[in-house]
């Protein structure tokens, strides 16, 4: 198992699936290695145990912060390999595809992308042809 995520209604609820969760995965000699919890009233529980866990992490590989409760995504992920100059259908699909957003919280900026890739493909634009002015400037702002 590589990452588990999870929620709850209450304190009570994460706590009993902490447990339950803990007791299965030795049933199946495969203990948890990392935790991360935003339930102030578990984090207490495990300070108890020795229990090591993380306040900043990652989920499914977005960075969360568990004791502001939010979620982030450094830019530059995206836009380190940005290339300067004309952009081609192919560099708009490179873009495109930098965006791991298994949560969906991007999703208000990546269907910009696809949905521009998609004009792409609606007037015949070739992998490496230079797009018109109209999609060059939406691309390159």
Sequence with gaps: MDEFAAGAENDDCV???YYELIYL???IFLPMAKWATNSKYLKE???KECVFFKEVTQTLGVDCDTESDTF???PRDVT???VEGPTTKRQILQATARFYDPLGLLSAVSVVCKLLFQDTWCRGLVWDELLPSDLGA???N
Aim: proline share 0%; glycine share 0%.
């Design 15 to 17: 706590t009993k699936l």
């Design 25 to 27: 995965m030795n049933r």
């Design 45 to 47: 529980a495990w300070w």
């Design 72 to 74: 982030s995504m450094e």
């Design 80 to 82: 380190d390999e940005y």
């Design 138 to 140: 939406l691309c390159n």
